[in-house]
């Protein structure tokens, strides 16, 4: 069946630190991978998208890797800040770009 | 972007009673999808809300228990029929955009049965 791993629950750095998040994925093709990052008691917030056919995308400090032989997406905030503490999702678009699978979400605390 | 505005926020309700949720986009979407998300899960796909005919329910959701209407391309209703405790969770629709790469997000809705 379909499955979806985000590397850990939770992920704790310091300020100023590159924090880097882990999507795994087996048993599945997708058309392309979105990261979201969702706040307590709120909808996901959408973040960045990329393609089957794409390696990476970057907007801002944020960048995202894809590489569909190993079946893994790398999501990275640079300089990371308090503010960014959040838990942040990834989810595959299946080829009909028509309903999204989502991981568990990895828990993000930056302290500083 | 598209702004998706969901009500109510919470709610508190009865067992064996019903809750409809709605759903408004200040633009067109393409796709309208329902989706459940329990205390420290992920986010389940529910079913995608099909314009003017039947919802596409995913496996373990139903007609009966979450009936779901699309009227038009910016509205959509979700009701949980007949609730029990195990229904309590947060539900959240989500628009897609034309092109399909971009998703929005309602801000979700508390269930809670007593």
């Known amino acids: 069946s379909q499955k979806i791993e985000q590397n850990s629950e939770a992920l704790n750095i310091q300020e100023g630190k590159t924090a880097t998040l882990t999507c795994n994925y087996t048993n599945y093709s997708p058309a392309y991978l979105q990261w979201y990052r969702q706040d307590p008691g709120r909808g996901p917030v959408f973040l960045l998208l990329i393609r089957e056919n794409e390696k990476e995308k970057r907007k801002e400090r944020l960048k995202v890797t894809f590489d569909t032989t190993l079946k893994q997406s790398l999501f990275h905030i640079t300089a990371s800040q308090p503010a960014d503490s959040a838990t942040y999702l990834c989810?595959?678009?299946?080829?009909?770009?028509?309903?999204?699978?989502f991981g568990k979400g990895t828990t993000l605390s930056v302290s500083s | 972007s598209a702004v998706i505005s969901q009500k109510p926020s919470r709610d508190i309700c009865q067992r064996g009673t019903s809750l409809t949720i709605q759903c408004q986009v200040d633009?067109?979407?393409?796709?309208m999808f329902w989706y459940r998300q329990q205390p420290g899960q992920s986010l389940t796909l529910i079913a995608t809300a099909n314009q003017g005919s039947e919802a596409t329910y995913e496996s373990g959701f139903v007609i009966d228990k979450f009936p779901i209407s699309r009227p038009n391309l910016t509205f959509s209703t979700l009701t949980v029929s007949n609730m029990s405790p195990e229904d309590s969770s947060i539900y959240l629709c989500e628009g897609l955009a034309s092109g399909g790469t971009e998703a929005f997000f309602g801000q979700g809705t508390r269930l809670t049965v007593v």
């Open positions: 989810a595959l678009a299946n080829q009909a770009g028509t309903a999204l699978i």
């Open positions: 633009s067109q979407v393409t796709m």
